[in-house]
């Protein structure tokens, strides 16, 4: 009775966060916790850090079934990605061993030729950013960001990603 209990309680805690646009991250490619989506008034830009959700291409199916990525309420069934926009459309992005971005290194963005599990995974080969995509990254070195993926479409943007109780293992 007490768990059954205690488990309805979280149901109803997990229902109205979600709601109320919260969402717990449990992953490392942003600090572990509580965060909030918060409505973007303005155009995003490169550095913001936001809630996104992926395209439901073959793709994406292929890294949620590797385990990248979790189940959730997106479109596909995938959970929203929290990264940092690091370049919008018209900016131009090369891959080597890292990212460089309009010629500039982007820090923490080493290129891995295969994952966690040794298998491969292929880099996105650069280019321009198109109009109406993001270029997503993390810091996380292990990260599944747009250094394989590529960029997204920005008609995935949930907002703004704010911390509310976070903590960086």
Same mark, same amino acid.
Request: charged residues 20%.
């Given at each position: 009775m007490l768990l059954s209990t205690l488990l309805m309680a979280?149901?109803?805690v997990g229902t109205i966060a979600t709601v109320g646009g919260y969402?717990?991250?449990l992953?490392?490619?942003?600090?572990?916790?509580?965060w909030r989506i918060e409505k973007l008034d303005r155009p995003v830009k490169a550095g913001d850090i936001?809630?996104?959700c992926s395209p439901a291409t073959a793709p994406f199916e292929?890294?949620?079934?590797? #385990?990248?990525?979790?189940r959730g309420l997106c479109a596909g069934g995938f959970a929203p990605l929290i990264k940092t926009v690091a370049a919008i459309p018209g900016q131009h992005v090369e891959i080597t061993d890292h990212v460089a971005i309009d010629g500039r290194s982007l820090a923490a963005s080493a290129v891995r030729k295969t994952d966690g599990e040794g298998r491969t995974i292929a880099p996105y080969p650069g280019g321009n950013v198109p109009? #109406?995509?993001l270029y997503l990254h993390s810091f996380f070195a292990s990260s599944y960001d747009s250094r394989y993926f590529g960029p997204v479409p920005d008609s995935g943007l949930l907002g703004l990603a704010r911390q509310v109780l976070t903590f960086d293992p």
């Open positions: 979280v149901a109803s969402r717990l991250n992953t490392p490619s942003e600090p572990l916790g509580l936001v809630f996104i292929e890294a949620r079934l590797r #385990g990248y990525l979790r109009s #109406g995509h």
